[in-house]
């Protein structure tokens, strides 16, 4: 993974938290608000509101798509730790100022509470949705 260890850590605790609570602790909130600064509030939101749908293909292949804040659908691929939104690349890639923008954060932080949308595809469906992601960067 490309998470720093102090980071896969915590939300292995706040999975393990959720699972025997169904509920996430103020003191796993404020790690979690300190190691990933200003994308953890606005994460958990994303969250809440059940924006993260894992997209599925028939051959196994894996994304993640998240409803933004502001209506747009970003893609996301935690195997690579990429999203397809302008933060993700100024302040991840271009300046380093976050290890992930809220975008990513709500992938791991709704895999670890199991609050993912499922969304089965099919291949050329797939295809598809990352066609149209070239599309817009282009």
């Known amino acids: ?8 850590e915590l939300l292995r605790e706040i999975k393990k938290a959720f699972q025997e609570s169904s509920h996430v602790p103020d003191d796993l909130l404020l790690g979690l608000k300190f190691i990933f600064g200003p994308s953890a509030v606005p994460a958990l939101d994303l969250v809440d509101q059940r924006s993260v749908t894992r997209v599925r293909s028939p051959s196994g ?44 954060l709500a992938v791991y932080l709704s895999q670890a509470l199991g609050a993912c949308q499922e969304l089965a595809v099919s291949e050329e469906q797939l295809t598809n949705i990352l066609l149209a992601e070239e599309e817009d960067e282009g």
């Open 1 to 8: 993974s490309t998470l720093p260890a102090v980071a896969e």
């Open 61 to 104: 292949r894996i994304l993640y798509q998240v409803l933004g804040s502001s209506g747009k659908l970003y893609t996301c691929y935690s195997s690579c730790h990429f999203c397809t939104c302008p933060a993700f690349g100024f302040s991840v890639l271009q300046k380093s100022e976050s290890l992930l923008c809220k975008h990513i």
